[in-house]
Nanobody
């Protein structure tokens, strides 16, 4: 497992932007798939975006075109930049990690490491 710490959440007006960061511990970061998930009150945790250890990127339809995920292996960090934020984006955002595998990146159960989450609130 890897230890993950998110940061960068906050309160932003509709139409604003945020960049979330997920910093990992450990020496094998480049071997990890990292995913971003979010959970709004009363809703299930949902996939947002992911970047595999090999670099392949995937986005949920709800954020595609207005979000960018990237990783800096030298800093053991994955970033999620979100633009044109809307109140529907309000949630706790979590990053998750797992050793590289061929399974789906969008299923929370396939990750074995989770951060504590960072709150994103978008005001209307």
């Amino acid at each position: 497992q890897v230890s993950l710490v998110e940061s960068g959440g906050g309160l932003v007006p509709a139409g604003g932007s945020l960049r979330l960061s997920c910093v990992a511990s450990g020496r094998t970061f480049r071997s990890y798939d990292i995913g971003w998930f979010r959970q709004a009150p009363g809703k299930e945790r949902e996939f947002v975006a992911s970047v595999r250890g090999g670099g392949e990127i995937q986005y949920a339809d709800s954020v595609k075109g207005r979000s960018t995920i990237s990783r800096d292996n030298s800093k053991s960090t994955v970033y999620l930049e979100m633009n044109s934020l809307q109140p529907a984006d309000t949630a706790v955002y979590y990053c998750a990690g797992r050793l590289k595998m061929l399974r789906s990146v969008s299923v929370p159960g396939w990750y074995d490491s989770w951060g504590q989450g960072t709150q994103v609130t978008v005001s209307s």
